[in-house]
């Protein structure tokens, strides 16, 4: 395999991570959220693995583009998972928040 091949092959998987975090995206859910992270985790270390196979080949054609792309998507679905995330955590905590005053009430 060649240094560009290489990094295109790193590029083609880190993009297939990024479909699979937005199959994967729900924001009732909080495994599912999970599972998104997750995808989005490998989707970034196949991008870092392309960074540093691309130092080493002159040019490879739309690596650039198509790497500042997955970024782009990269961090809008961090940024959904995270807000999902919170919310979920903020919704239990309220919830059983709510369960506390009511079992304080009722002694």
Do not use: Y
């Not at 790193?10 to 599972?35: G, K, M």
């Not at 995270?82 to 309220?94: K, M, P, S, T």
């Amino acid at each position: 395999m060649t240094a560009d091949a290489g990094v295109l092959t790193f590029i083609a998987r880190a993009e297939a991570h990024i479909q699979n975090a937005r199959r994967a995206w729900d924001p009732t859910s909080l495994s599912a959220c999970a599972e998104c992270a997750t995808e989005l985790q490998a989707a970034i270390q196949e991008m870092n693995t392309a960074c540093e196979a691309a130092t080493t080949v002159v040019a490879v054609p739309d690596a650039t583009s198509r790497l500042e792309r997955l970024r782009g998507d990269v961090e809008r679905l961090s940024r959904l998972v995270d807000a999902a995330i919170a919310f979920g955590r903020g919704l239990a905590l309220r919830s059983a928040a709510d369960e506390w005053a009511i079992s304080e009430v009722k002694g």
